[in-house]
């Protein structure tokens, strides 16, 4: 399964030949004349074995940034909106002109995600005009040139954490089944189904210990010896079974040095990361205890979190450390302090070489991986609110008070809330901290990230109770 990508940019900056290079037939026309090609179009491009829909923008009359507005405009967000990430060009050579900070300009007002193209980069001439790129403040340009077919393998590395894999949906669509109401107005929820596979993904800093705490846990040298450059990324993940429960694991980092010769991964990109993370409902991120808690693991802490997916930090090489005791009191204060936004998430201590300590992280994977499945009844919730209520109602602003009036969890996975509520917008961020805060304790959802949102409006439930 891929995704979609949008060239946007000024006219002449190269968008017809990028969207050509990359879909590989000429069917857009280029022209020196700019706004030669017409229309949004959108096409199958390919970058080594990545595929994904590319949509191009190109034709578009050159106008001065004030009209701006009209077909342009128009033209440019129909596509971005379309599209999960804008491939944003400007012209090395020209630099970065006015209408190109006026794209700048949309392009963050939307806020979806951007990769930053700096085209016509060959030879010295562009150099220039990438370096003045960064000002547009979407992070490094990638250096290409379109005509000449050069940064293609920057591009595949910018764009792979967009692609998504088979897996991606089935994670996101699950969890929100319909819930069955019983006989008493009591919701059923789904049973668990403990027949499927849990997939569970081990990431980490080069050197952590990923692949060799996976060879452990499958008994053999499967990852050194496998899988093979060119093998499709959807299938690189091995099936373990654990006290008979099938798991599917997959290592990134470890397992694509093997199969992708042709990138660079001294360091493990965030999109490397990023991709592992959504492929997996249980992410271990695996720190060497030696050096735990580096700016890498910090990150991917974090993705992990905005990602939603249950976490589980194992420090590995616990075999080399002498002072155990006071080694874990370090390192519970260290993931308290440098990680407040996954509070209460289990570690690990653990050996991948000697094997010691797997059975307590699996352990671990399936508690993390029952509370992020967790439905919360509806009656519950509202019970556990009033209390909320009573006791520390929201604050009064611009001398109103703000009312809360009915909570639900309409999906798992991770466990997300709705609360509906007077005025949304003028909630303070400690408030809705507190509630989530609140919800943790109430319900034993420590160790999973939860999601609260906020919605204006009555208990969408009462006209129906009235009713009846
Ligand atoms: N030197 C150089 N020229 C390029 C490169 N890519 C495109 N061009 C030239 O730039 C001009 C404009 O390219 P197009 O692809 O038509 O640009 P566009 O952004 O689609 O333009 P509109 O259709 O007007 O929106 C053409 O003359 C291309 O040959 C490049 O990498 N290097
Ligand atoms: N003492 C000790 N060494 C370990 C342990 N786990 C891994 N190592 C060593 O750490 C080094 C890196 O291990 P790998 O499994 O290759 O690390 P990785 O995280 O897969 O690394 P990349 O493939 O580069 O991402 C190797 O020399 C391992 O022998 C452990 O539990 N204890």
């Not at 150099?127 to 990638?142: H, I, T």
């Amino acid at each position: 399964m891929s995704f979609t990508a949008a060239i946007i940019g000024r006219p002449n900056v190269g968008k017809s030949t990028l969207f050509n290079r990359l879909v590989g037939s000429k069917i857009a026309l280029v022209d020196d004349t700019p706004g030669v090609t017409r229309d949004r179009r959108p096409g199958e491009a390919r970058i080594g074995d990545l595929h994904f829909t590319i949509i191009d923008t190109a034709g578009l009359e050159e106008a001065d940034p004030a009209s701006l507005e009209g077909r342009m405009r128009a033209q440019t967000e129909a596509a971005i909106a379309e599209a999960d990430v804008s491939l944003f060009l400007i012209d090395a050579r020209v630099g970065v002109t006015p209408v190109d900070e006026h794209f700048a300009d949309l392009l963050r007002r939307v806020g979806k995600p951007v990769v930053l193209v700096a085209n016509k980069a060959e030879g010295k001439i562009g150099e220039d005009g990438v370096m003045e790129a960064y000002s547009l403040g979407f992070g490094e340009p990638v250096a290409i040139s379109a005509e000449h077919g050069q940064g293609m393998a920057d591009l595949f590395n910018a764009l792979l954490p967009f692609e998504r894999l088979d897996e991606d949906k089935d994670i996101e669509e699950e969890g929100d089944e319909e819930v069955v109401i019983g006989p008493d107005g009591e919701e059923i929820f789904p049973e668990l189904d403990t027949t499927k596979p849990i997939r569970v993904a081990i990431v980490g800093r080069p050197n952590a210990g990923k692949s060799t705490l996976i060879n452990t846990m499958l008994g053999e040298e499967r990852l050194l010896t496998g899988p093979e450059a060119g093998i499709t990324r959807d299938s690189i993940s091995v099936d373990w079974t654990w006290r008979d429960r099938g798991f599917k694991l997959f290592d990134t980092a470890g397992m694509r040095k093997k199969a992708r010769v042709e990138q660079k991964l001294e360091k493990l990109s965030v999109g490397d990361a990023l991709r592992s993370i959504r492929f997996a409902e249980v992410v271990v991120l695996m720190l060497d205890a030696t050096m735990p808690f580096e700016k890498q693991d910090l990150q991917i802490a974090d993705l992990v979190a905005r990602e939603g997916r249950a976490l589980v930090i194992a420090i590995n090489k616990w075999d080399l450390i002498e002072d155990r005791q006071k080694a874990m009191a370090e390192l519970r204060e260290m993931a308290e302090r440098l990680l407040p936004q996954v509070r209460g998430v289990p570690l690990v201590t653990l050996s991948g070489l000697t094997g010691s300590g797997i059975d307590k992280l699996m352990g671990e994977i399936l508690r993390v991986y029952a509370l992020w499945n967790r439905r919360v009844p509806t009656a519950a919730l509202n019970r556990w609110l009033s209390g909320v209520l009573e006791h520390h109602p929201p604050p009064a602003v611009s001398g109103r008070r703000i009312k809360l009036r009915y909570m639900t969890q309409p999906k798992a996975r991770p466990p997300t809330f709705v609360a509906f509520c007077s005025r949304p917008e003028a909630l303070p961020e400690a408030y809705t901290r507190y509630l989530i805060n609140g919800l943790r304790e109430a319900f034993d959802l420590d160790a999973v990230p939860l999601r609260l949102m906020l919605r204006k409006g009555e208990n969408p439930y009462e006209d129906k109770a009235k009713k009846r």
